[in-house]
């Protein structure tokens, strides 16, 4: 059995929406009691997930309401790619080849849209991300091609390379 196949049965991970496998690994206790309108729901005031994405699969560009930590585990280096909240492109390499500009962790800031995509050439990135406050499916907007265009023409080519719908 390859070690991709480890970590998935090891880690029970199962298909993740935006792409890939996950397994959520910790929900703290407490909550933040809220009545912003950001969060009109009380939140944990952090999760974590394992995420392994292979190399014929890609994460679907999303957005949450909170700040999410990417951190390095194993596999093959990642990318990270978002479109920030004034319409730039920013990627960022999350691997071990720290020498030539890849990094172990990676903050995507809320409300930034972002996806990810093994980089070329590798078969799997195994990582961790942490979000705060703590993630909900709530706070989850999967984007829409076709309305991405309109809000972003100059990124069409990735747009259409990290959406499914």
């Given at each position: 059995m390859s070690l991709k196949q480890q970590l998935i049965s090891k880690f029970?991970?199962?298909?993740?929406?935006?792409?890939?496998?996950y397994r959520e690994t910790y929900r703290s206790?407490?909550?933040?009691?809220?009545?912003?309108?950001?969060?009109?729901?009380q939140r944990n005031y952090s999760t974590a997930i394992y995420f392994l994405i292979e190399k014929d699969n890609f994460s679907a560009l999303h957005r949450i309401k909170s700040?999410?930590?990417?951190?390095f585990y194993e596999g093959d280096a990642l990318e990270v790619i978002e479109i920030d909240l004034k319409g730039n492109l920013i990627r960022t390499q999350v691997g071990r080849d720290v020498a030539n500009g890849?990094?172990?962790q990676y903050m995507v800031k809320a409300?930034?849209?972002?996806?990810?995509?093994?980089l070329n050439g590798g078969e799997y990135s195994f990582v961790g991300c942490t979000v705060s406050p703590g993630f909900d499916f709530n706070d989850f907007e999967m984007a829409k091609?076709?309305?991405?265009?309109?809000?972003?023409?100059?990124h069409k080519d990735i747009i259409s390379e990290l959406t499914r719908v």
């Open positions: 029970q991970l199962l298909p993740h929406p935006e792409g890939g496998y206790v407490e909550v933040i009691e809220t009545a912003s309108k950001e969060f009109p729901h700040d999410e930590l990417w951190h890849q990094q172990y409300g930034h849209w972002f996806g990810s995509r093994v091609r076709d309305e991405l265009f309109k809000s972003f023409p100059q």
